[in-house]
């Protein structure tokens, strides 16, 4: 599971109970996703947190009775994510792959194997679309100089294969374009490329 990216909680509370009602939603770009909470009345609300990078909060009234309404009190959290991996085989897919993912939200995948093995990448999907989007696949650690190979664009990726026992990918999205995915498995041993 990934870590959300967005949290809030209400400071002020007071609308007509029954009548009148505040939602709070989980959004992936236009869409609105679940409902995450859903408040009437005066009593101060519990602090909630999306799992999305974005929220939408709402609020409905019959227009019969004047309240004070609500204050919001939100935190953003860094959107990097960093995901460890020692099993021998693995997925490496975009977050929420085939259902689109928050936006600008980075990822970086550590993989380490035993020593004397090399780790394969296999792409099973790739549509990153334009220059703001890539994945880069780095030996050993994440530095320019170490850099394995970098992909943008929608053309499925060769098989790459480490040098070491360790490999690092890195995805980086703009968050312009919800719909750009990859899927690829990893895997550990000695190949003939």
Same mark, same amino acid.
């Given at each position: 599971?990934?870590?959300?990216?967005?949290?809030?909680?209400? !400071?002020?509370?007071?609308?007509? +109970?029954?009548?009148?009602?505040?939602?709070?939603?989980?959004?992936?770009?236009?869409?609105?996703? $679940?409902?995450?909470?859903?408040?009437?009345? *005066?009593?101060?609300?519990?602090?909630?947190?999306? $799992?999305?990078?974005?929220?939408?909060?709402?609020?409905?009234?019959?227009? #019969?009775?004047?309240?004070?309404?609500?204050?919001?009190?939100?935190?953003?959290?860094? *959107?990097?994510?960093?995901?460890?991996?020692? +099993?021998?085989?693995?997925?490496?897919? #975009?977050?929420?792959?085939?259902?689109?993912?928050?936006?600008?939200?980075?990822?970086?995948?550590? !993989?380490?194997? $035993?020593?004397?093995?090399? !780790?394969?990448?296999?792409?099973?999907?790739?549509?990153?679309?334009?220059?703001?989007?890539?994945?880069?696949?780095?030996?050993?650690? +994440?530095?320019?100089?170490?850099?394995? *190979?970098?992909?943008?664009?929608?053309?499925?990726?060769?098989?790459?294969?480490? *040098?070491?026992?360790?490999?690092?990918?890195?995805? !980086?999205?703009?968050?312009?374009?919800? +719909?750009?995915?990859?899927?690829?498995?990893?895997? #550990?041993?000695?190949?003939?490329?």
């Amino acid at each position: 599971r990934h870590p959300t990216c967005t949290a809030r909680s209400l !400071i002020n509370f007071q609308l007509e +109970r029954n009548f009148d009602f505040v939602s709070v939603y989980n959004v992936f770009g236009d869409e609105m996703g $679940t409902v995450i909470d859903r408040w009437s009345g *005066t009593e101060l609300p519990a602090s909630v947190q999306s $799992t999305s990078n974005a929220l939408r909060i709402y609020m409905k009234t019959d227009g #019969s009775v004047a309240h004070k309404g609500f204050a919001v009190k939100y935190q953003t959290r860094n *959107t990097k994510c960093r995901i460890n991996s020692d +099993r021998p085989d693995s997925y490496i897919e #975009s977050y929420g792959y085939a259902l689109g993912y928050p936006e600008k939200l980075n990822l970086t995948w550590h !993989i380490s194997q $035993t020593e004397g093995c090399t !780790i394969r990448i296999d792409f099973r999907k790739f549509k990153l679309g334009g220059f703001g989007n890539f994945l880069g696949v780095y030996h050993g650690q +994440r530095h320019a100089s170490r850099s394995l *190979t970098i992909w943008a664009g929608n053309t499925l990726p060769p098989s790459v294969e480490s *040098t070491s026992n360790k490999l690092v990918v890195e995805w !980086i999205n703009d968050g312009l374009d919800r +719909r750009n995915e990859f899927s690829a498995h990893y895997s #550990s041993g000695e190949f003939n490329s």
